[in-house]
């Protein structure tokens, strides 16, 4: 500890968001510095690199003005803390974590590291509480639990957001007598999707948390607010034993501030420009979803991804895959064909869905009546391919039989558009399609007649 | 052990790179950075200073706090207890780590990987008065299952003056020698260096794994290395947990290294719950678990590939057999990638260093068969996973792998799509151990698995060369024998290449699988008669 604050005047260089301060004698990795210039000029920092007495700034805020000559830098001796305090809930934030809705700061009980600390892997308690989102493509075949991270891979244009907002009306945990929040941190909005964000919120019976980064906003705090937004899940979760949906919109954005300021830095670019250690940054962030052992509560994420160009093997989505358990792809064919919600069930999938369903959790014929939905329509698309070759008289009955199927499956099972399916009529839709077609095996008639 | 002579203070920070004033270290040595003992190693020496690679979160970390050396290289600790213990990529035992800390990891230091004061049964082997060399077996503790010698390490040497019986810990001695030398049930290893052995034999027998696919068409010889690349979903993790499971090896390190966490506490519960068939003992006590997920320190993640692979050894020179997994070697390649620019070296391909490739290979040099000092015969033998960016097999990992390993199982994503796990391709994949274990299979499990084998795979490709034709032409239009080839090969891929991880299925023996294969062929063969005998019939 220091005994007194570090005061500054020796600035060698400023470039975009970086400062070079010179013959500082005492400095920390992650240390925030806070500058301040002529006009009541103010901007955070934190120290990124030590070279004997030069140090290296990475700046917070917006950096025009600026005046080598009048800047005075204090170094703090702490690294970034997040203010932590129940009254969090129904607060919004900017990216750099002060008010945005006008109201003052609240008083904080608890102050932590805006960074976190990875999470013992023996600590963690296995995900497979059910969570009942409304959507049958999700709930029926790529359900999702609690402590999960699953991602939306969406593309330009498709309606994200709409079925983000459906999730968040309609997602509950079944009989859950414990706290619900969301936290919905928005990375790079346009107002235009800020504020229909917003009014989806506000028209939740859940309370929430909302950390705002808008499209104008200062790049850095793009890093910081999703950081800024898990500690105050880890506390919500794990000290107040809350179930919490942590909401991040968009990742895309998130991933493009990185390359920014890795750029800036000048460090070395890997794939597409996007830094070598990207991977490491994004489960820094995903890796903190998850459940504790002695704690009641847990951390869901969501994150919305854009994918750049449709495709899924660009960076972005492809490391994202890598960290989460699983992904929902949207599709734009669906899209075009006025199916809501569209995801595409093929490439779409849960890791941890084998952990979440079954009797006792949702009913006991989920398992084998998601598999023969899959295994049906993976058949009907296959076939789709083929009639375009040939035609559909060219096919087999039985093969035209599958074809109607895939058809009614993206119709009545997948498409719903703002009706929300309980689990139990999810389940029902698809049995009830499967029938018509005869096409449900003997287990699945028995099961049924016993439900 | 150097004393505090070797003190000094850092002079900058970049990342977890760090450089000291601190001159008279060794290359590689372990030291400890900052007020916090955070622990690094020495990974360049300049005239004037020392370079250190952090292998902990380095915020925080200030200039001119202190810098010790340890005279010692960066070791793993080597000895009873270690199965069924979850370590992570330095070693430190996470659930003795969750006692001290809670549920999230802070940087703090453990002393020893292994419980110094736990009870263990000591059968002594040798007496006073005998002469006792490296590679001696002083005794053996028993441990769970195993019995676990007590080896004399390679630098002691002499007469027996005193050996311990009955209840002993690690902390006290197990032998002393006439010169005063003492031997201790533990020691520890420099873990980037090879152990040693008296010779290495060519890999032999096969690690059975209980999956078709891998056990007929592409099997794992005993100290011989396979390469699982596939992209994500396409079921990486789950075929390398169902081997952890299943595989007739002694001992299994399975080394998380750089993935989801939610993953590695469903491992360890699964592994308490499940039984060993063969020493109807918990999965668990067979297995030693090394977990750096992705979100732990990116630097251990490094170090965690070598924490496993000195464990595996040292359970080879045991005389056991055993499988090294990890998962995955792309997150330990991109772990090295992030110190190599750190350091400001030269990249190579993708970013990543040029040393890359023969990293690889002599870590993939550390499996094989060996005879052990003490003259029996070990094995270590490696699958792993690669997770190839995009998909795309042409990165610089993969390829590396490709060249030292000795089977590649490919995992196709379109067929993980179509739900078909393992999701193994069976026309791109390929085993180089075929040859070395043909014997073995004819004389233990049938004279016919060779036959079949290649039966099965003229199938496999009658249909690739069929596929095309047949979806313009549909099944109808086919040739009656090419339709039966298509057939059993639809049959082939649904009920023997594909098999259920969840189910009882998720572990075949190969006796077994070799009814099934047979039972498919036969039907080809005798479809192959029937059409043969009615084109004879026609031609009449």
Known sequence: MRLSEHRYKTTARIAGQLLYVEDVHAARIGEVVKVSGLHNIAVDGEILEIVKGNILIQLFGETRGLNAKNMEIVFTDTIRQVPLSGDLLGRQFNGSFEPLDGLPMFYASEWRPARGLPINPVARLKPEEFIETGISAIDGLNTLVKGQKLPIFSCAGLPAKELVAQILQNARLRDSSKRFAVIFVALGLTFHEYSFYLDALQNIESEFVAIINMADDPVMERLMAPRFALTVAEYLAFDLDMDILVLVTDMTNYCDALREISNARKELPGRRGYPGYMYSDLASLYERAGRIRNSGGSITMIPVITMPEDDITHPIPDLTGYITEGQIVLSRELHQQGVFPPVDVLPSLSRLMQKGIGSGKTRADHRDLANQLYKNYAKGRELKKLEAIVGRDGMSKADQLLLDFAALFENEFVHQEKQARSIYKTLDKGLEILKNFNLLPENLQEKKSEV | ?540
Request: proline fraction near 5%; hydrophobic fraction near 40%.
């Open chain 2, 1 to 540: 052990m150097k004393t505090t002579e070797t003190t000094g203070k850092i002079i900058s920070i970049s990342g977890a790179t760090v450089r000291t004033d601190l001159t008279g270290l060794t290359l590689f040595e372990r030291v400890s950075v900052g007020r916090h003992n955070l622990t690094g190693e020495v990974v360049s020496l300049e005239k004037d200073g020392t370079v250190l690679q952090v292998y902990e979160d380095p915020s925080g970390l200030g200039l001119d706090e202190p810098v010790q050396g340890h005279g010692v290289s960066l070791a793993t600790t080597l000895g009873p207890g270690l199965l069924s213990v979850m370590f992570d990529g330095l070693q430190r035992p996470l659930h003795a780590l969750a006692d001290k800390t809670g549920p999230f990891i802070h940087p703090v230091h453990l002393p020893s990987a292994l419980d110094l004061n736990k009870q263990w049964p000591f059968t002594p082997l040798v007496n006073k008065g005998d002469t006792v060399a490296a590679g001696v077996k002083i005794g053996y503790i028993d441990e769970g299952p195993f019995q676990h010698a007590i080896i004399v390490p390679t630098d002691k040497k002499g007469r027996v003056e005193y050996v311990a019986q009955g209840t002993v810990t690690l902390k006290e001695p197990l032998c002393r020698l006439e010169d005063g030398v003492r031997i201790f049930g533990y020691h520890s290893w420099p873990m980037r260096v090879p152990r040693p052995y008296r010779k290495k034999i060519s890999p032999q027998g096969p690690v059975i794994t209980g999956q078709r696919i891998i056990d007929f068409l592409f099997p794992l010889a005993r100290g011989g290395t396979s390469i699982i690349p596939g992209g994500f979903g396409t079921g990486k993790t789950i075929l390398e947990q169902t081997i952890a499971k299943h595989a007739d090896v002694d001992i299994v390190i399975y080394a998380g290294c750089g993935e989801r966490g939610n993953e590695m506490s469903e491992l360890i519960e699964e592994f308490l719950q499940l039984v060993d068939p063969r020493t109807s003992c918990p999965l668990m006590d067979r297995t030693v678990l090394v977990v750096n997920t992705s979100n732990m320190p990116v630097a251990a993640r490094e170090a965690s590939i070598y924490t496993a692979v000195t464990l595996g050894e040292y359970y080879r020179d045991l005389g056991f057999h055993v499988l090294l997994l990890a998962d995955s070697i792309s997150r330990w390649a991109e772990a090295l990638r992030e110190i190599s620019s750190s350091l400001e070296e030269m990249p190579g391909e993708e970013g990543y260093p040029t040393y890359l490739a023969s990293r690889l290979s002599s870590f993939v040099e550390r499996a094989g068969v060996v005879e052990t000092l003490s003259g029996d015969i070990g094995s270590l033998s490696m699958i792993l996973s690669v997770s190839p960016p995009g998909g795309d097999f042409t990165e610089p990992v993969t390829q590396a792998l490709l060249r030292t390993s000795g089977a590649f199982l490919m995992l196709d994503t379109e067929l993980a799509n179509s739900r078909h796990f393992p999701a193994i391709n069976w026309m791109q994949s390929y085993s180089l151990y075929l040859d070395i274990l043909a014997d073995y299979f004819k004389q233990n499990i049938s004279k016919d698995w060779e036959v079949l084998r290649s039966l099965c795979r003229q199938i496999m490709h009658k249909e690739e060369s069929l596929k095309e034709i047949m979806e313009i032409v549909g099944i109808e239009g086919l040739q009656e024998q090419d339709r039966l080839a298509m057939t059993v090969a639809e049959e082939i891929r649904s009920s023997f290449l594909s098999q259920n991880a969840y189910t009882a299925d998720a572990f075949c023996d190969p006796q077994k699988t070799l009814d099934i294969i047979r039972s498919i062929t036969d039907k080809f063969l005798q479809g192959q008669d029937i059409t043969n005998g009615k084109n004879e019939h026609e031609a009449l």
